[in-house]
């Protein structure tokens, strides 16, 4: 089995910063794409940004110039740096990774998902 903790997320001001972590451990050989989506309330969850291991990334429209993905291969950790947050940018985020195990299966992975509300 894989775990994934994450971290970092809270509540702060429009126009404020936060980083996400999420750490993943447990049966893993690889780990591939890793990437965060966000469900806000009454919304479907939607993809935010990903990045593969070759630290090829991807965003959605709404997060480019704001937010920035990242990863240390070592650590197995994804972090997004999130700036110039707005109200809409309140949601539960998950953290969303694809591995092969140690016996050579591939899979796909989310975390519980931590809460980011920005608020005046």
């Known amino acids: 089995q894989v775990q994934l903790a994450e971290s970092g997320g809270g509540s702060v001001q429009p126009g404020g910063s936060l980083k996400l972590s999420c750490t993943a451990s447990g049966n893993i050989f690889t780990v591939y794409d890793m990437g965060w989506y966000r469900q806000a309330p009454g919304k479907q969850r939607e993809f935010v940004a990903t990045i593969d291991n070759r630290d090829n990334t991807d965003y959605v429209d709404f997060v480019k110039g704001r937010f920035t993905i990242s990863r240390d291969n070592a650590r197995k950790t994804v972090f997004l740096q999130m700036s110039s947050l707005s109200l809409d940018d309140t949601a539960v985020y998950y953290c969303?990774?694809?591995?092969?195990?140690?016996?050579?299966?591939?899979?796909?992975?989310w975390g519980q998902g931590i809460q980011v509300t920005v608020a005046s």
């Open positions: 969303n990774v694809r591995v092969m195990s140690r016996t050579l299966i591939e899979d796909t992975y």
